[in-house]
Nanobody, 119 residues
Framework: QVRVVESGGGLVQFGGSVTLSCAAS????????IGWYRRAPGMDRDEVAL???????HYEDIVKGRSAISWAKNENTVNLQIFRLKTEDTAVYSC?????????????WGQGVQVTVSP
């Protein structure tokens, strides 16, 4: 079973940047993509970015052009950087791993980390 744990976040300044990390453990060889969602207070969950094992990345419009997602395979960690932070980036950010193993597929979710952008 794959487990993912987020780190990073906290209180950050408007216009600054934040780096979030998603560390995977367990059967990491079965992970074919890792992504991030966020949920702002009172809002629906929004997808943020996704990276595949081959390095191909996708970004949603909410962060496109001011974010970078990368997979450090030697560390089994995916890092998400968001630059030029806006107050609307305030949310709980959760990472997830799409896993295929033993003939089945599943998604492993982390607990989430809070990012608060101060005006």
């Amino acid at each position: 079973q794959v487990r993912v744990v987020e780190s990073g976040g906290g209180l950050v300044q408007f216009g600054g940047s934040v780096t979030l990390s998603c560390a995977a453990s367990g059967n990491v060889a079965g992970i074919y993509s890792i992504g991030w969602y966020r949920r702002a207070p009172g809002m629906d969950r929004d997808e943020v970015a996704l990276v595949y094992r081959d390095g191909v990345a996708h970004y949603e419009d909410i962060v496109k052009g001011r974010s970078a997602i990368s997979w450090a395979k030697n560390e089994n960690t995916v890092n998400l950087q968001i630059f030029r932070l806006k107050t609307e980036d305030t949310a709980v950010y959760s990472c997830y791993a799409n896993v295929g193993e033993s003939g089945r597929s599943y998604v492993s979710w982390g607990q989430g980390v809070q990012v608060t952008v101060s005006p």
